[in-house]
Each structure stands twice: as C-alpha cells, then as structure tokens.
C-alpha cells in the first residue's frame, strides 16, 4: 500500500471502460475458457471466442466508431467484414496474451488490485478517500458484481502488463533512433501541376448505343433493394423504469430491509513515517533500519515536534512522504494488520512505533476518529429509488415480456392487442431493406431476417417478439412492400452518360500527364503551371491527403527535381515536383519528446506484432468464417 506508485492513468481509463460497458461481466475463467462448439467464432489453442463474447465486443467497437464519427457512420461500415476481423482479432489477441500469461504463471496480486482500486476517482467520497458503499453502489447501477467486475479489472491489467513487458524497458540502439528520427524530421518542398477533366469534356464523345450497351452489361448496378416499411410495437426494461413510480412507503421498507448497506463504519485517519526494510532484508540491514526508526520515534515525540514536517524530511514512502504522511481517513481492511492494529488501540494525539510490516518500520501519529454512523434515509433517497425502480421494472419486464410474446404470436393478425394490453405505442419505420433499417435500433440482424421470412412478408402475419437489444423487445409488421426493381433505362441514362464521359475524360488526362511526366524525367522542358513550392514533412503534410502525402515521401530523391505523380479520387491527375530535401536537424529531432516517443513507440509496436506472430505461430488458431458473418 505505502510503496503504490501513483501514476496509473492507463489502468485508470481502463477502469472507466470497464465501467461504461452496458453488460454485466462474468469471471475471467468463463470469458475464455471453452464452450459449445456450434457457438464458436474461433478457438485459440484451448481457449474459444463465443457468439456473444464477440457480438458485445463488436458492439463497442461500433460505439466507439459512432462516438468519434458523431453519429455520422453508415450501418453498412459499421456491420462490415473490416470492422469485424479487426474485433475478432483483438479478441485472438487478448487469448494468446492470456494463454500465454497463465503458462508463465503471471498474476495480478490482491494487493495491487486493491491498492488500484483505492486509487480510481469514480471511487472516492467527497473527502478524496476511497468509499466501500460508493464502489459498490456505482457497481449495482451498471449491472455488475463486485466479483465480475474484479475478475475483468484483473484480466485487463493483466493484459497491459503482458502488452508492456515487451513494448517497454527494452534497448534500442541509438543508431536506429537516429535514423528514424532524421528521416521523421525530412522536409520537402513541393509544386504541384493539377490536370482537370473539364477540358477533355469538350474532346470526348459517346457512341448512340455506349450508354444503353453500359446499362444492359452492368445488371448489379442501378437497382433498387427490395424494401419494406413496418409497424411495430416495443417492449424495454429502459421505458418501464423511467416510468415506473415509488411510494415513500417502498423507500423506507427498502431502507429498513437493507439496514446495514447504509452503515458507515468508524474510520482513523493517521500520519506514518516510513523507514524501509524489505521482508527478504537481512537480519543486520532490519536490525540498521529499525534502530533509525527509533531514532525518528525519539525526535517525532520531542516536545514542540511538528510530525507533518519530520515526515517529509525523514519518510521513505513516496507515495505519502510529501504529503507529511498523510494517509487520510480508513478503516479496517485497508492496511497491513499490524499496522491496523496499532492505530485501532490508540488515541488521538497518540504516537506509536516503531511498528514492523512487511514495508518496513512505521512511526504512527494518529490525527482524527471518524465515528460509524447510518446515513439517513433522506441521504440516500435517490439511490433508493433508483434501485426500487430498477427492481419493480424488473419484475414488470419479466411478466409483461411473456404476456407480449403471447399475444403476438396468438393473434399475429395485428399488433393492436399486444399494443392495447400491454398499453404500448405504435410506430411507424421508415424503409428497410434485408441489411440496413431507419431508425437504427431495428437493423438487428435477427430482426431484419425475421421481416423479411415469408411469414411476415406474404403471409402477412405479425413478427415474433425478438430481442434486438438486452432487455429489449420488438414485434413488427408489414405495412408496405416494394421488391427489387431495377431503374429504367430512361431514368438513369444521363448518369450514365455522365459517368462514360468522365471516365474517358479521365483516360485522356491521365495520359497526357503520363507523356509529360515521361518528359519531365527526361530533362525536357514542359510548359506547365507550378504552383509555388511548399515545404512538407511526414508530420505535416500541409493539405496533402495521406495518400498523397505517401507517394512524396517514397519518390527517389536522388536526383533533384523528382517527379511523381498521383490521381485523386475525383480523377485529378497531379504531378508533384519535388524540388528540394532538408533533412531535419537531429539534434533537434532528438530534443522533440513527441518525436522520440513517435519512434520507440513505432519500435514497440514491431516488436509487439513479432511476438504476436511468434504466439500465434505456437497456438492452432481457427475461424468458423461462417459464424463470424452471422456473428
């Protein structure tokens, strides 16, 4: 606890994740041992990847994504086999990183999660100190156990310290270092001569049949996806808690039934000083710092002594040293046994020592006694209701999910029975097709399957109740069916015709630019518009796409000007003239922080994918691809 270094804002954001999921976690154990086979996505060695393990890391990858593109992400993308594989293999790698962690042995001690816990803000009263009833009321409002949650916390830390062992504390020698960071530090300066396509337009043409002979070949394009429109009906535990009410009677019975959850036990705040001896010292070295300690003990219990003062000149640990051995406020559990001991059987004022731990030897001043009190009810009010809200919802969820599933499927004529029995709004969606939904709630896949089934879609029956979200229900039916169609002719023949012209437009630059270039290489003179040169670095490419900026920095510059050339996606055809090279100062480069830190990290990441590789080599790794697109 005393020697817990304070610096853990990675473990800290990690925590803060863990908090944030919106699913109840489960052990370590069960979250990549083995299961049934027809669940599997992949298996690592002994260890499997299942349906739901990869479906709700999928699901926060996709948060994620919306969350940094605000919204503005397109489902096709979000549901993409791209994003997929990339879930998938962080999940693969997380299994061989933990197969690879219990082979060696590697644990993440009790004592440095607790001391960790200790540490998170989120779990912290007013007073700055650890809260026991915070932590486990904040726990209970997410949906998780004090085990499960722990259990994750464990694994993830564990996870970081495999991923660290190799991505830090490793040599690199500084020629390397050098050599990166001067090639990071490279300028160029670069003109630019951009051919349009708008004078080609006037020289193309199109022959009277090219469109129409486009369209017929083209049989995948310019149709229109079979789409439907539904009515439907939604049951959430969500809605029911936000609208269920509680009586003062239930709060108090709540507060009267859970008495003890609201206790706060008595609390001692003490000052320590710290004169270190580790528990595998010798007896001579135990023997030298114990003898100092008693000489601290002597000077701290001089009269006029000022223990804050004596602390930061004398205390050997560093997490509480400079703050004058402030440890704030505990109680029992908190800290080494008989450390807790001597401060339970003293009084204010009192100091104490030396008292011997496995840290070392400790002198105690104890400052303050916070006597256990029960906080009251109306101190709790809220996080009551809240939780007597929680509960009746439920209940309610659990009786009204089977009632709706029950009527839908028993009267699939209409909604309106499941809708007036259960009192639930009607609504209305806008079109679907077979992989995408409007509002976005309803592109779940088993809901768009189940749409789409002949029963709902030519029978015209009610959908069953299908749960596009935990604790959440859907029953849909058709109001409106339109199927594949593709656009006549007519209506897409100037598209069409716009596309073949730019396309040849395109052609014809591309070439003129390639026989320019050719002449450029050459040493010929051409009589082309430069824009004024412009110094770029890989850092700063200064309006260069990264594509663009890519193709600059691998030209030969061996012989200056250097040309190259590059087609933007609206089919621009540029030519960059490469001017001049400067290479960065490395003195410079190396006094940069952030370019030191860009260049060891780039090494680590190497490093980490060649051990990676090396993992994956010595365990069968297998993908069921069939279950990861259903996935």
């Known amino acids: 606890m005393f020697d817990f270094v304070a610096n853990k804002k990675r473990v800290v ?69 791209e994003i997929k594989n990339q879930v998938l293999e962080q999940l693969i790698e997380q299994k061989l990183l933990l197969a690879s962690a219990t082979e060696d042995r590697i644990t993440v001690p009790d004592p440095y999660l607790g001391a960790l816990l200790h540490e998170i803000p989120a779990f912290k009263d007013e007073a700055g100190k650890f809260s026991k009833e915070r932590y486990e009321m904040l726990l209970r409002s997410r949906g998780m156990s004090v085990d499960g949650f722990e259990a994750n916390l464990r694994r993830d830390v564990l996870l970081g310290q495999m991923r660290d062992a190799v991505t830090t504390g490793h040599w690199m020698p ?11 530090a490279q300028q160029r300066e670069v003109s630019q001569n951009v051919t349009t396509l708008q004078p080609y ?58 008495a003890a959850q609201f206790e706060k036990a008595e609390e001692r705040r003490a000052r ?83 008292v011997e731990t496995k840290f070392g030897y400790h002198i105690i001043k104890l400052e303050e006694i916070k006597a256990g009190e029960r906080q009251t009810l109306e101190q709790v009010r809220s996080q009551i209701e809240s939780e007597v809200k929680k509960a009746l919802a439920g209940r309610q969820y659990a009786e009204m999910a089977e009632q709706f599933s029950s009527i839908v499927y028993e009267q699939s004529d209409s909604l309106k029975p499941a809708a007036e029995a259960l009192k639930l709004p009607t609504e209305e969606s806008s079109w679907i097709t077979r992989d995408r939904a409007e509002p976005e709630k309803l592109g779940n896949e088993k809901f768009l399957k189940a749409v789409f089934a002949d029963e709902v879609l030519k ?42 012209k730019a396309n040849k437009a395109a052609e014809l630059a591309k070439k003129d630019g390639e026989a320019r270039l050719a002449r450029l290489r050459q040493g010929g003179e051409e009589p082309l518009q430069w824009s004024p040169g412009q110094w770029v670095s890989r850092e700063k490419p200064e309006g260069l ?29 540029v030519i960059f003239r490469i001017n001049r ?14 370019t030191v830190t860009q260049v060891t990290s780039a090494i680590a990441r190497e490093l980490h994918a ?11 790794v297998t993908i069921n691809k069939d279950r990861l697109e259903k996935g």
């Not at 505990?330 to 100091?351: H, N, S």
């Not at 090279?581 to 952030?594: I, M, N, R, T, Y």
């Open 272 to 354: 320590h000083i710290l004169i270190a001896a580790d528990e595998k010292a010798s007896a001579a070295d135990k023997a030298k710092a114990k003898t100092k300690a008693e000489e601290v003990l002597g000077k701290a219990r001089q009269s006029g002594a000022d223990f804050a003062e004596l602390a930061k000149s004398a205390s050997q640990d560093p997490g509480s040293a400079s703050e004058g051995g402030d440890l704030g406020f505990f109680g029992k559990g908190r800290m080494a046994k008989p450390f807790e001991d001597a401060v339970y059987a003293m009084k204010v004022g009192d100091i104490s020592g030396p």
């Open 201 to 258: 337009f006037a020289t193309v043409s199109l022959e009277a049949s090219e469109a129409k002979q486009y369209y017929d070949k083209s049989t995948s394009l310019y149709t229109l996806p079979e789409r439907v429109r539904v009515e439907y009906i939604t049951l959430s535990l969500e809605s029911l808690t936000q609208a269920a009410t509680v009586s003062n009677e239930d709060l108090e019975k709540y507060y009267q039934e859970h």
């Open 545 to 573: 796409s990264p594509e663009a900026a890519q193709v600059v920095f691998q030209a030969d510059v061996s012989k200056l000007p250097a040309y190259v050339t590059f087609t933007t996606p609206d089919q621009r055809f």
């Open 581 to 594: 090279v400067q290479d960065g100062s490395l003195d410079e480069a190396l006094k940069d922080k952030e």
């Open 459 to 500: 029978n015209k029956r009610n959908s069953e109740a299908i749960e596009i979200a935990p604790n959440t229900l859907v029953a849909a039916r058709i109001i409106e069916h339109v199927p594949s169609s593709r656009q006549p002719f007519e209506v897409v023949s100037g598209l069409i015709e716009e596309q073949l």
């Open 610 to 620: 060649a051990r990676m590789k090396d993992l994956r080599n010595k365990s069968k």
């Open 13 to 81: 954001q990690v925590v803060i994740g863990l908090l944030l999921l919106p699913f109840a976690f489960v052990g370590v154990d069960f979250y990549f041992r083995g299961m049934d086979a027809s669940d599997q996505i992949a298996k690592v060695g002994d260890y499997a990847i299942g349906s739901a393990e990869f479906g709700s890391a999928l699901r926060e990858r996709q948060e994620q994504l919306r969350e940094m593109m605000q919204g503005k992400v397109d489902i096709d993308f979000l549901n993409s086999p």
């Open 174 to 184: 500084s020629t390397v270092v050098q050599r990166l960071a001067k090639i990071r």
